[in-house]
């Protein structure tokens, strides 16, 4: 699932490609993806609109239009965007094209069909709750403390907690735990002033690492040229069950903590 570093990298990526572009048609090959408004109210709220800006807040991408609304996007478990020509080959899972008035077209394709797009005129409408940006200046050890406090469920799924923090999911959390050899389920309030101080630099080090290798692929994400990204190359333990840990030995293990399948090294990160 795309987290924070791939939706980053997209964002990143389509920023020369969409800003001062207008959106000349829509077509909706699975009209579902589309959360608000009803599909008719969509297509006419959008064609004709310029792209203002790209930004991104946590897991979502928000592209600001030219009559001031948002189009939103989350690309959930399976969700990439990617950038053609249109008279390019049809992608098999495109839900959604955009076509834009240089000739490109954006389409998002999703397998699974669990991503959402929202159009709305108050961005808050869609993201509200959300915990602080891990990657902000305002970011800091002293917030992720406070934070953190008074959670007692386990610090991987705290990490997950988009109310805690905005942007991770579980190929990150697991490596920010690995990076600072804590077991994925000691209580978060339990957690001392240093194991926090830990995770804070850990959050940010694993974060930017994987935005400049441009995102984890372990699946189906692409970056809007249809590119792979390389993050996954240095995952220590995401995704590399029954391999060895590469800083002390023993093989990664898998368990379930509140039913995300969480990867970690037994010995490194030992519960005692
Ligand atoms: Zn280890």
């Known amino acids: 699932m795309p987290e924070l570093p791939e939706v980053e990298t997209i964002k990143n990526d ?18 579902k993806s589309v959360k608000k408004p ?8 959008l064609i004709g609109t310029t792209v203002d800006r790209l930004s991104r807040r946590g897991k979502y991408l928000i592209l600001r239009l030219s009559n001031s609304y948002n189009l939103i ?11 053609r020509r249109s008279n390019a080959e049809p992608d098999p899972y495109a839900r959604v094209i955009f076509d834009l008035d ?15 797009i929202y159009l709305v005129a108050d961005e808050k409408s869609i993201i509200h709750d959300m915990g602080p940006e891990p990657l902000e200046p305002a970011f800091s050890a002293e917030v992720l403390k406070e934070r953190l406090k008074k959670r007692t469920a386990p ?16 190929m990150y959390a697991d490596e920010i ?10 209580k978060a309030a ?12 850990a959050t940010i080090n694993v974060l930017k690492t994987a935005i400049e290798n441009k995102g984890a692929t372990v ?13 996954q190359d240095y995952f220590k333990v995401a995704h590399r069950f029954t391999k060895p840990c590469p800083t002390c030995g023993p093989e990664i293990t898998r368990i379930k903590v509140r039913g995300r399948g969480t990867y970690f090294c037994p010995k490194c990160q030992s519960a005692d």
């Open 14 to 31: 389509l920023l020369p490609h969409l800003l001062g572009r207008c959106f000349t048609a829509v077509n909706l090959l699975w009209a």
């Open 38 to 45: 009803p599909a008719k109210e969509f297509c006419s709220i």
């Open 73 to 83: 996007i989350h690309l959930r478990m399976s969700g990439t965007l990617l950038l």
């Open 102 to 116: 240089d000739g490109n077209q954006l389409r998002f394709c999703d397998v699974r069909k669990l991503g959402t």
């Open 155 to 170: 610090i991987k799924a705290v990490l997950c907690n988009q109310k805690v923090v905005a942007g991770i999911g579980n």
């Open 177 to 186: 735990l690995h990076n600072v050899k804590i077991h994925p389920l000691k």
């Open 190 to 201: 339990g957690l001392s002033d240093n194991e926090i101080k830990k995770i804070y630099k």
């Open 219 to 231: 699946s189906n994400y692409k970056n809007p040229s249809g590119e792979a990204g390389t993050a």
